[in-house]
């Protein structure tokens, strides 16, 4: 008979192997809603395959609270929202879903849905090691062809280092990067704030 702790390391693994099995077969966005709400972890949903949101360090939550909790006071009485990684940005034109570290809409078609947004029109991703690749490739990539989105950002969690993709008004994607001592601006809805409050009480790791 399996004592408490051995039935628990099965669950876990069980688990595990359920999901590395789902993580192989295809969805369509319906199926996914339905499975996801069965599910420990956070999934996105990308060309039909799902795979698992890995979780966060210290800096990288702390930074993500900095930058929302500035966002969301200035957005105070505004018809904009801003939104954490639990919701999802829908890509647009596509049947795609990704959990972005912060979302911001001004567009009230975002209302209709409570499960995603599609009209962001600016985005955050407070970059891993695992992940910087991608956000600044691929990920962004989809991620313009929205014509909503005015503002990507994608904030180091190793120094204080921000780069902003910025969509002009001639409709060019043009890369702002702001360093310690730095005004960072967000155009998209109308803030600047010294890059040193994004980084509030964040402690760097001395590099090797």
Known sequence: MLECEDYYFWIQEFMVMIAA???DRYFTPEEYFAWEEKQLERHELIDGRVSAMAGGTQNH??????????????????????????LKVNIFTTRNYTYPDLSVTCDARDREHPLYITYPCLIVEVL?????????????EKYRQNPNLVDYVLVSSD?????IYHKNDAGEW???S???????ELKSIGLKVPIEQFYEEVIFEPKS
Not at 62 to 73: F, P
């Open 61 to 86: 939550s702390a930074i993500k609270l900095n930058i929302g909790s500035l966002i969301k006071a200035h957005l105070r009485g505004s018809k904009c929202r801003v939104f954490n990684s639990d």
């Open 159 to 163: 120094e204080m280092a921000v780069d």
């Open 21 to 23: 099995r789902d993580e």
């Open 174 to 176: 043009v890369i702002m």
């Open 128 to 140: 891993s090691d695992s992940t910087e690749a991608y956000d600044r490739g691929k990920k962004f």
């Open 178 to 184: 702001y360093r310690s001592g730095d005004e960072v």
